[in-house]
């Protein structure tokens, strides 16, 4: 499996005709503005919402997997941040699986690297696959000498 497609966005919304809107998309970092006399005041705290297209690359099939969950790797501190079992789809033509998810109050420890990374499971939790994203999602601090 391969990550085709992923963002990092402030919230996901699922329209009528299940279409999804991505608010607030992130490009490779976040970046906290702080005023100098709150400088290194970590953790932050904001909502964090995730969507990935992961694609089938042998012969895979969706029934197989039944539950998957999300880990980071934050700078060496490697955590699992949330997951489940899979939604029950047709088998038909699917060539992957889509996961979005928002994480109210995602706790950023202090600047660094995110890397996320996808794991699939079977019926008897044994792992089928890992998928990981492109690249890692940089957190970063400016500090400004004035309040906003």
Known sequence: MKVS??????DIRIEMGNKHSLMGVYSDSINFHSVLNQKAQWPKIKSLAVFAQIEFEREEKISNIHQFSIEIDYEGEVKDIGGGPLPPTKETDKKGILINAIFNNFQFKGPGNIKFY???????????DTAESHSALRVEETISNKAR
């Open 5 to 10: 497609n992923f963002i990092i966005c402030d």
């Open 118 to 128: 996808f794991k699939f499971y079977d019926k008897d939790k044994k792992l089928i």
